[in-house]
């Protein structure tokens, strides 16, 4: 990886675990110092890497770099020393490098413990959800504002009101009493759920794909695995959902990174191991008697990994879809419908349901309305195919709508 994709690259993996460190160290009060040092850590390695070359072991030296960059704070924040330093976890009046443990035990422990504490019902759910997408998972502004479907202005209030909450509560870094352990739990399901659609398709970066996202989404999803407190079933299922969709990344995307319809994607390129650990995931899922929208999908995602058109395939997606619109209804799983009930049942069906939605702002809707009335209207087809065009927020989108224009003539 060049060093222009490494430090982005790295700041999606590493900001996150060095501030949750840094934050359990110092307290949540000084989340802000602990997402400071880690930022000022990336804005050293931009500095320094461009001339003196990317070292042997990039991470390890921002953990050296962020451990010292927190040892030299303490050592000249007089105000830290006299009104903080004595509050630390454990009572430790001095700190040393020693004391910022960035050994991959203690990032694991100091994210699932960050996870829980930000996700306190003191504060709001949408609060909860963008402050660890930024905290923990790296996200700007602009990626937070469309995975939870608002604006810069109100995530940047929402961040800092929740800041405050976490500072005025005096909320620990730490795993929940067992009796909350579920409550919270869902609010974190919610969060990774975020985390891995923004990386599964993005409209914030002219990127098709963004695995980072993905990649990171399933590895704190799996730290939940690793606890006996939070190894629940829906945990469990949220993770086949992921795997089940990682597993065709290299197929969607053509070697000009063009997007792949996922009828027209090569079988082959499917990762065949992730596909099993899913199966693994939904396996343990099974177990208990909740049924969450991720066991839902993780079984429409399933299905989605046997690559034959069969009516049986399709009808079963389908149920699973009605399933899930009445778990929680959505525009994007009711339009995936439609698409399902075509497959299943006919194109003149599924035109129906889908005149019945009036999704008039969504492109999806009129891409899919175009591909309904292709075999039937080219005429109408063609319009509703220039109507999605004009509301596609990417360029992989426009290419893919003009791809469909161009069969139609």
């Known amino acids: ?15 996150g675990r060095i501030t949750s460190v840094l934050a359990w160290r110092f307290g949540i009060a000084h989340i802000e110092v602990a997402e400071d040092i880690a930022g000022e850590t990336f804005l050293a390695a931009m500095e320094t890497w461009p001339y003196k070359g990317i070292p042997d072991n990039p991470t390890g030296w921002l953990y050296t770099v962020a451990a010292n960059k927190a040892k030299n704070y303490l050592a000249r924040d007089t105000n830290f020393q006299k009104k903080i330093a004595p509050e630390l976890r454990r009572g430790e009046e ?14 694991k422990d100091s994210q699932l413990r960050m996870l829980f504490a930000i996700c306190h019902p003191a504060i709001p759910q949408e609060a909860q959800i963008g402050l660890a997408l930024r905290v923990l998972c790296g996200l700007g502004i602009d990626e937070i504002a469309h995975a939870l ?16 909450k976490l500072r005025d509560e005096d909320i620990v870094i730490d795993l929940p009493p067992a009796a909350e352990i579920e409550q919270r739990l869902d609010t974190v399901l919610t969060t990774l759920y975020l985390l891995f659609n923004e990386g599964y398709y993005s409209e914030t970066h002219d990127e098709m794909i963004r695995e980072d996202l993905c990649r990171e989404a399933i590895r704190l999803a799996s730290l939940l695995t690793e606890s006996e407190q939070t190894n629940i079933p829906a945990v469990n299922a949220l993770l086949a959902l992921m795997c089940f969709h990682a597993s065709r990344f290299a197929a969607r995307r053509d070697s000009e990174g063009d997007m792949v319809l996922y009828a027209d994607q090569d079988e082959s390129l499917w990762d065949q191991q992730l ?102 209207d080219h005429a109408k087809a063609r319009s509703y195919l220039d109507k999605a065009l004009s509301l596609a927020v990417t360029r992989a989108d426009r290419r893919s709508i003009r791809q469909k224009l161009d069969r139609l003539s």
């Open 94 to 107: 001095a700190v040393n490098a020693q004391d910022i443990d960035l050994s991959p035990g203690n990032i």
């Open 1 to 15: 990886m060049d060093q222009s994709a490494l430090i982005p690259h790295l700041f999606r993996t590493e900001f």
């Open 149 to 164: 479907l608002s604006n810069k202005e109100t995530i940047n209030k929402r961040l800092h009101r929740a800041k405050e």
């Open 275 to 376: 596909i099993a650990r899913g199966v693994g995931y939904i396996n343990a899922a099974s177990r208990g008697e909740r049924l969450t929208r991720y066991h839902v999908e993780a079984g429409i995602a399933y299905w989605h990994t046997i690559k034959e058109d069969t009516p049986e395939k399709w009808e079963n997606i389908l149920q699973l879809y009605n399933i899930l619109l009445q778990i929680q209804y959505s525009p994007v799983a009711a339009l995936n419908r439609t698409f399902a009930l075509a497959k299943a049942r006919g194109k003149e069906e599924a035109i129906t349901e889908a005149e019945k939605l009036q999704l008039t702002t969504n492109p999806y809707y009129y891409t899919l309305l175009g591909e309904l009335y292709a075999d039937q």
